[in-house]
């Protein structure tokens, strides 16, 4: 009999399997071409691993499946205002640090990339990445109310045509809206300090700008929230004293509300065309836009409530907008933004882990944080180290829980089992963030 040969044998690592609760303490894995073949306590007789991966001391996952990334296809505009996109390096980069972090699936939710620029940005990394789509009417009109120059000329395309022509690549809807058309964070770190900059030449950071928007504005851009004294105040305290509250009201407006009231009819024209093409709709989910997406609802679990820990709720007003949306069966994703390097980091974290605690969430990504995301692995860590969930529930909310939310996102992939595609990442047994070796589709990867 001829004798067997095996690509990778991961020997005597302890394993999660993805489901949620299973944890060996010592096992074998096996692996052939893209596949995992073997699961098992003996080392397999009769079989030749080309590659052995010593276990001791190391704990095996499933590829993380992050369904909320921006800034990683280069060429793509960037998220619901079609900014430009970021050079190709910088996308590149972006892409290779979430492997990296483990992460082994994305789907990407800047929504106007053409699905061809996601073809071309696998073939230049192994990752299995797809993309949410957001080619409609009123998404377009959002874009060109704030920004829209990524488009660059190109004409519109549609979303029946590009599901229909690339039904591989194109597996959700999305993302409605985001920070930049709904009055949120990319507000905040871009077009706001942008804006102020060009009207007084100094420089304003993120926090800055948001404590402005909301004095204007409120959490939840309404203009009967605009409150002189109060943006008088911020205005002395972030070096603009020599402007006035109404100043303040008149160009945080105009910047800020132009493209708002499209963004959220685009909303839900993207809603209607998850039902209609029975995709999932992932929707940008904040303090600004959270009633329309309590509007949409009805979608059920085809609606994915995007980065619910979103900084502009208050906890309470989050926690209870996230117990109403899963009544109705909405998937919940929260997000790791740049939680560990923010200057809010405790409240941010607070916010993070009472969400996580009851047992409110479906699935964590990153979203982009500015660019800055903190890895997924290594914020799940620090919950998993506070005592607010298990190290097994912790992993399915990143492997089995998106695979099964964005069902053609990440098929054959999410758990290890036998048969399943072998993405996998290997971690240090006791630092779950410390990722030592990433494999995709059975092939083990390095950063070049
Ligand atoms: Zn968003």
């Given amino acids: 009999m001829s004798e067997t040969i095996n690509n990778l044998l991961i020997k005597e690592a302890a394993l999660i399997t993805g489901d949620g609760k299973t944890f060996v303490d010592k096992v074998n894995i096996g692996v052939h071409g893209k596949e995992i073949v073997y699961i098992g306590q003996e080392i397999p007789s009769g079989v030749t691993f080309a590659h052995i991966y010593e276990g001791k001391g190391k704990l095996v996952l499933p590829g993380v499946i992050n369904i909320h990334a921006h800034g990683v296809i280069p060429g793509a505009p960037l998220f619901s205002s079609a900014s430009p996109p970021l050079s190709d390096s910088q996308a590149k980069k972006n892409l290779l640090t979430h492997v990296s972090q483990g992460t082994t699936t994305i789907l990407n939710v800047d929504g106007f990339a053409h699905p061809r620029l996601i073809f071309q940005a696998s073939r230049a990394c192994p990752i299995n990445l797809k993309t949410a789509i957001t080619h409609h009417a009123k998404a377009y009109l959002a874009a060109k109310n704030i920004d829209s120059s990524g488009l660059s000329g190109q004409g519109e395309e549609k979303v029946e045509k590009l599901v229909e022509h690339f039904p591989d690549i194109v597996v959700a809807i999305g993302e409605g809206g985001s920070g930049a058309t709904l009055g949120g964070g990319v507000q905040d770190y871009k077009f706001i300090p942008e804006m102020v900059k060009r009207e007084t030449g100094i420089a304003i950071d993120e926090y800055q700008a948001r404590k402005l928007k909301e004095a204007v ?232």
Wanted: glycine share 6%.
């Fill in 217 to 448: 504005l409120g959490r939840k851009i309404a203009l009967n929230c605009y409150d002189p004294e109060r943006v008088e105040n911020i205005l002395k305290e972030i070096g603009l004293e020599d402007y006035s509250s109404e100043w303040a009201l008149d160009k945080i407006s105009q910047t800020v509300l132009p493209p708002y009231r499209v963004a959220l009819e685009a909303v839900e024209e993207g809603a209607g065309l998850a039902k209609e093409y029975n995709l999932p709709f992932i929707a940008h989910t904040a303090a600004s836009s959270m009633a329309k997406v309590e509007e949409i609802a009805w979608l059920g679990s085809l609606l994915v409530a995007g980065h619910c820990n979103h900084p502009s709720f208050d906890t309470e007003e989050g926690i209870a907008l996230i117990k109403r949306l899963r009544k109705q069966g909405v998937i919940i994703d929260i997000s790791t933004f740049n939680t560990l390097d923010s200057k809010e980091r405790e409240k941010e974290l607070a916010f993070f882990f009472a969400i996580l605690e009851p047992g409110l969430v479906d699935v964590v990504s990153t979203n982009y944080g500015g660019g800055n995301h903190s890895p997924i692995l290594k914020v799940l860590e620090l919950a998993v180290e506070q005592k607010v969930i298990t190290l097994p529930e912790a992993i399915s909310l990143v492997t089995r829980n998106p695979s099964r939310a964005i069902p053609l996102l990440a098929t054959g992939r999410g758990v290890i089992v036998r048969g399943a595609i072998a993405d996998l990442v290997i971690v240090d047994r006791y630092r779950i963030s410390r990722v030592e070796a990433v494999v995709i589709e059975g092939k083990p990867w390095r950063r070049k």
